[in-house]
């Protein structure tokens, strides 16, 4: 089935917004593909103990990866000025494959939160689960929920013929709702809720345990593992935050009926899109700097070290923690048997009020006092 239909040979001047979109999209591809290629290689080529935080990185990665391989079309729809041109199952493709991106992403992120949350609070529980097994399952898990939260967009995008002037017939592939308001909020809200209230609320719910734990343990130490999730984090609400606000804007216009609030909303939504897709590219320029320190002894593999240095953070965290409650326990222990050895030597001296005993005596009761 033919995509593009035009009644003239001319086709649409690229306009500002899609000049922007191009640059974005074009440093994303540049930038974001052979860096992600690096990060995979690194894991399986030179990193000999992969962490829990090494895998979920290296699973960042390949969804990263994944999704800018459709850059090109991407490039392509922008800058040929001739609408879509791939078809009407391409058109749904690539915006479904961006959706699972987007919610494993943000999954993933959680599930190395909830590894440092248990890796500070309950260090022997940690350690129990953190084998392959679990790892494997609670990945497939996070797989499994993207492709299902992001069937909607199968349903939400399409290929639409538009008539522009000069008398030019374009397809494109745009957003459709089946012409319903519903439609339009259940997507939005939906998106908003499961790819950024949701996990956003679970993140912080970690991370506020661990703080308060590593406070309670006087254990301030922040590890390079920690840091490395922490700019992941932050990066990737900087860049998806936007977008999910426009949602928010767009669904208010809808209920009330604004026409200038839609609109709005539907002239931020291309330039928003295109910078949270920029998201996929970043990671790799995180990993660059937070490695930088290795990069004069291990050469190009110091990305490896990096990633083999959160192993021994999230051992040493465990090991902290644990000799933190250790401490505690000892301590507890050390002022009960005081109290009792205290108490002791009340009432021996009340017992032995008014009573002679024999200098060895007394040197023998120090002696073991002292023992003790």
């Given at each position: ?38 990060v995979v290689w690194s894991v399986f080529c030179r990193v000999k103990k992969r962490s829990v935080t090494c895998l979920l990185v290296l699973n960042l990665a390949l969804a990263d990866a994944f999704v ?181 804007i767009e669904v208010v216009g809808l209920l009330t009926g604004s026409d200038s609030v839609l609109k709005a909303a539907r002239t931020a939504r291309p330039n928003v899109t295109a910078f949270a897709y920029f998201s996929s590219a970043v990671n790799p320029i995180l990993y ?85």
């Amino acid at each position: 089935m033919a995509s593009n239909i035009t009644t003239t040979p001319f086709s649409l001047p690229i306009s500002a917004s899609a000049q922007g979109g191009i640059a974005i999209l074009t440093l994303a591809f540049v930038l974001g593909f052979p860096g992600n290629l690096f990060v995979v290689w690194s894991v399986f080529c030179r990193v000999k103990k992969r962490s829990v935080t090494c895998l979920l990185v290296l699973n960042l990665a390949l969804a990263d990866a994944f999704v800018l391989l459709s850059a090109p079309l991407f490039l392509r729809y922008l800058a040929g000025g001739k609408g879509w041109e791939f078809g009407s199952a391409a058109c749904k493709l690539v915006h479904y494959l961006s959706s699972v991106n987007m919610y494993v992403s943000i999954y993933l992120i959680c599930l190395m939160s909830l590894d440092r949350c248990m890796a500070v609070t309950k260090p022997f529980l940690s350690q129990r689960m953190r084998t392959k097994r679990s790892l494997l399952v609670l990945l497939l898990v996070v797989w499994v929920m993207a492709f299902i939260l992001s069937l909607p967009m199968l349903f939400y995008r399409s290929n639409q013929k538009r008539t522009f002037p000069g008398n030019i017939n374009l397809t494109l592939c745009d957003s459709y709702h089946f012409d319903s308001v519903g439609h339009q909020i259940f997507q939005y809200v939906f998106e908003t809720i499961m790819a950024c209230l949701v996990p956003f609320i679970l993140i912080n719910i970690f991370y506020s345990s661990v703080i308060c734990r590593l406070k309670s343990a006087k254990f301030q130490q922040r590890s390079q593992g920690s840091r490395l999730i922490l700019l992941i984090i932050f990066t990737f609400g900087i860049f998806w935050l936007p977008y999910h606000i426009v949602n928010i804007i767009e669904v208010v216009g809808l209920l009330t009926g604004s026409d200038s609030v839609l609109k709005a909303a539907r002239t931020a939504r291309p330039n928003v899109t295109a910078f949270a897709y920029f998201s996929s590219a970043v990671n790799p320029i995180l990993y660059v700097f937070a490695g930088s320190s290795h990069i004069r002894q291990a050469g190009v593999s110091f990305m490896a070290k990096l990633f083999e240095a959160t192993n021994s953070d999230s051992r040493s965290a465990s090991t902290s923690t644990r000799s933190g409650r250790e401490t505690s326990v000892l301590h507890t222990m050390s002022v009960k048997l005081g109290k009792a050895f205290k108490g002791k030597d009340k009432e021996r001296s009340i017992n032995m009020a008014g009573k002679e005993l024999d200098e060895s005596v007394f040197k023998t009761l120090e002696s073991a006092e002292q023992i003790e």
